[in-house]
């Protein structure tokens, strides 16, 4: 490959990275969902090398304030990855902590973790705001990594 060539991929990937797009070998993904608290998730999604144990994934998506009233974030907890290991809680990839989001305002989750045990893993959308927390196992997505 030249090297005007390969400075073409480079840019291309990059701006595929900077879209959150997963350019990874195995994507699941979830349709578009509207939480009871106004809140619209679209491009869920986990992807992965493969699915096997130490294997790096990243959970993406996106959350869309559709109400007409301003949500707001705890400071603490905001916006995260829901996610359980055979029950247990590892939660990762807290940010947007006390972010009010306007009607029509959204905030973008790009978390990346690795597998770093067997078992049954179920990630989600999940949230603290306006006081509670949002739906437990929200539009989830599980998978069970071998030994």
């Not at 990275?17 to 979830?30: C, D, E, N, P, S």
């Not at 992965?48 to 994934?57: G, H, I």
């Not at 790009?110 to 006081?131: L, M, T, V």
Request: charged letters at 20%.
């Amino acid at each position: 490959m030249n090297k005007k060539a390969f400075f073409r991929v480079l840019s291309f990937s990059a701006v595929l990275l900077g879209m959150g797009i997963l350019l990874l070998a195995v994507k699941i993904t979830r349709p578009t969902q509207v939480s009871p608290d106004g809140l619209e998730v679209s491009r869920f999604g986990l992807g992965a090398d493969d699915f096997t144990l130490k294997s790096r994934y990243t959970v993406v998506f996106k959350l869309k304030n559709v109400t007409d009233h301003p949500i707001t974030f705890h400071p603490q907890y905001g916006v995260f990855v829901g996610a359980r290991c055979d029950g247990g809680n590892i939660d990762f990839g807290h940010r947007g902590k006390g972010l009010t989001l306007q009607p029509g305002q959204s905030v973008n989750m790009k978390a990346p973790n690795r597998f770093d045990r067997p078992g049954e893993y179920s990630f989600w959308p999940a949230y603290h705001a306006n006081g509670h927390w949002g739906p437990y196992g929200w539009n989830k997505i599980t998978v069970t990594i071998p030994d």
